[in-house]
């Protein structure tokens, strides 16, 4: 059990390194990000789409790529394979990988290419 739950808060880890990779580059880039009014938001910040650019949504966008990817490859480096612990890490890690490709990538794709920001939850100050 304390294998699993091991394995379970590393996946959670590499989450929260790839929403503060999306964070880290939103500042570096000078974006205008909107933080939630309390820690039990669901997002650890808001993307402001309607005052910032192209250029600076997708250096957010890369941040969590790069830490994603940085995360990914300690895991698959650290994470011992013949216990629960690594086990649980590593599919939890590949599936929250597998779901930034599906979610995040068509995002930053179409961004991209020249069409318009995206307006979700996600891309607008949260409501107060």
């Known amino acids: 059990a304390v294998g699993v739950i ?23 880039s000078g974006s205008r990000v909107h933080y939630p009014g309390t820690v ?3 997002l650890l910040f808001h993307f402001d789409a309607a005052h910032n650019d192209r250029r600076q949504f997708l250096w957010m966008s890369y941040g ?15 994470m011992p394979r013949d216990a629960w612990s690594g086990r649980v890490g590593l599919l939890l890690t590949a599936a929250g990988t597998l779901a930034t490709f599906v979610l995040e990538m068509p995002i930053t794709i179409r961004v991209l290419r020249g069409l318009p920001m995206p307006e979700g939850f996600a891309y607008r100050p949260p409501p107060r």
């Open 6 to 28: 091991a394995g379970v808060l590393a996946a959670l880890v590499g989450f929260l390194v790839h929403e503060w990779g999306h964070l880290a580059a939103s500042l570096a």
């Open 40 to 42: 039990l938001a669901p």
């Open 64 to 78: 969590g790529y790069a830490a994603t990817l940085a995360m990914v490859t300690l895991y698959a480096l650290a």
